[in-house]
């Protein structure tokens, strides 16, 4: 099930399934990493922000744009693995 990231309590890993925001707050997520089918660890969360790690660095993210990235369960066959990041990892990287 595609959810925000505001949604995850604090110690879930997700990956990315979509950014849902204009060209702009598109392209901004993209360039911190969080691209489609990437593993993100929810670090601490809720409907004021979310800080989260991906790919090995912890970002905080203010909850207008933590709520356009949408996200499904790391074992969800609903959004495929990126290419980037080996296997199916238990730890966001």
């Not at 909850?63 to 730890?91: H, N």
Request: one cysteine or more; glycine letters at 12%; a positive charge.
């Amino acid at each position: 099930m595609v959810k925000p990231l505001t949604e995850y309590p604090a110690g879930t890993i997700v990956r990315v399934a979509d950014i849902d925001g204009g060209r702009r707050a598109r392209s901004r997520m993209l360039a911190m990493g969080l691209t489609p089918g990437c593993p993100v660890e929810i670090l601490a969360g809720g409907p004021a922000g979310c800080r989260v790690r991906v790919r090995g660095c912890e970002v905080v993210l203010c909850c207008g744009l933590a709520g356009k990235i949408l996200a499904v369960d790391k074992d969800s066959v609903e959004v495929p693995p990126c290419d980037c990041c080996p296997g199916t990892q238990a730890k966001a990287s």
